[in-house]
């Protein structure tokens, strides 16, 4: 299996720009997790979706923030507009899902690396 | 309080040593425990599950103490490789899947 994969690995952005990362989840995996990392705040949980429905939005920051899961082999993190203090570290992960064996175990993407200038 | 506190470190320690982390969490109702290491400039990546018999593998052996809500991670015979962070995780039934990361304990080992 391919893992998580995520798009794109790196973005520089200036501020007010839209901001688009996407991310692919192991098939079969029910459960998708957007986590954001800083250096002051650590690793911080976003959103959260079971079977592509949103369970648990209340770590996005605020309106500028949203997530969608179309199907269950993609999903999106919008920004919009960007701002500075938006720079981070954006991981995506996946997880077989409650009920399954080990269902909880979250398996990360390589991140995508945003810088908002 | 947050909910998973770790000492941040640095832990400095030398090649071969044993080295120990501990993690406490606030929620009594929390049901599974991990470790998850993570490399510098690099995704977390599970370590190990805890389990409240505790468990080891290889040179790793974590425990849990549900009455004391804290779980530890040793690790014997340190390897320049085991420098990393380590990121204490539980999670809470009424949360279904989700985790709730530790800050982290950050291990340098030096030869």
């Known amino acids: 299996d391919a893992g998580v994969i995520q798009s794109p690995r790196h973005e520089v952005t200036e501020m007010g720009q839209e901001v688009t990362l996407r991310c692919k989840p192991i098939s079969g995996h029910n459960s998708l997790f957007w986590y954001r990392q800083t250096m002051m705040r650590g690793l911080e949980l976003l959103i959260y979706?079971?079977?592509?429905?949103?369970?648990?939005d209340s770590g996005m920051p605020e309106d500028r923030f949203s997530a969608k899961m179309p199907n269950a082999s993609f999903s999106t993190l919008k920004i919009q507009p960007s701002e500075p203090r938006d720079s981070a570290v954006y991981f995506c992960?996946?997880?077989?899902?409650?009920?399954?064996?080990?269902?909880?175990?979250?398996?990360f993407g390589a991140g995508t690396r945003l810088s908002v200038l | 309080r947050k909910e998973v506190e770790q000492d941040p470190g640095p832990f400095n320690v030398p090649e071969g040593a044993t080295v120990a982390f501990n993690c406490t969490y606030s929620n009594s109702a929390s049901q599974s425990f991990f470790w998850y290491r993570q490399d510098c400039r690099k995704e977390p990546k599970l370590l190990m599950s805890v389990y409240s018999s505790g468990n080891e593998d290889g040179r790793f052996t974590a425990q849990l103490n549900r009455a004391s809500q804290y779980i530890s991670l040793l690790i014997r015979d340190s390897k320049l490789s085991d420098s990393a962070t380590y990121l204490c995780v539980v999670t809470q039934r009424e949360y279904g899947n989700k985790l709730v990361f530790g800050a982290g304990t950050i291990l340098r080992v030096k030869s």
């Open positions: 992960a996946s997880s077989p899902g409650a009920g399954k064996f080990l269902g909880n175990i979250q398996y």
């Open positions: 979706f079971n079977n592509n429905v949103p369970i648990d």
